[in-house]
């Protein structure tokens, strides 16, 4: 008799975001510091996006490190059923194809 055990990966897989240190660093090996970054693409500075989420400089730097800004940041890009689901807004279409956002019910 044989068992079979199925694992999920989903939990097992899990990224974390870089450490600051780690992204400067990272840099750092490439020639480059966020400063210079800023500079360069007309910024004074770009120190927040290592512990905020700041779209445009957090592609900057992955293109600085030759990454995507998923693979540096994963949590800043997970997007939750939940969240997803609340910035959903739900609409009827008529027949004559007019579109309606549908109405919350009332408590």
């Not at 989903?10 to 990272?26: E, G, N, R």
């Not at 970054?37 to 905020?52: C, I, N, P, W």
């Not at 890009?77 to 194809?97: D, E, F, L, N």
Request: contains cysteine.
């Amino acid at each position: 008799m044989f068992t079979i055990m199925i694992m999920d990966t989903q939990k097992c897989m899990q990224q974390t975001d870089w450490h600051p240190a780690d992204v400067k660093a990272a840099l750092e090996k490439k020639g480059v510091s966020l400063r210079q970054l800023a500079k360069e693409h007309g910024y004074s500075h770009f120190q927040r996006v290592l512990t905020t989420h700041w779209w445009a400089v957090e592609q900057i730097v992955a293109n600085a490190l030759g990454k995507t800004a998923q693979e540096i940041w994963p949590s800043r890009y997970v997007t939750t059923r939940a969240k997803a689901q609340a910035r959903t807004v739900k609409i009827t279409v008529t027949r004559s194809g007019r579109i309606r956002k549908q109405q919350e019910p009332r408590a």
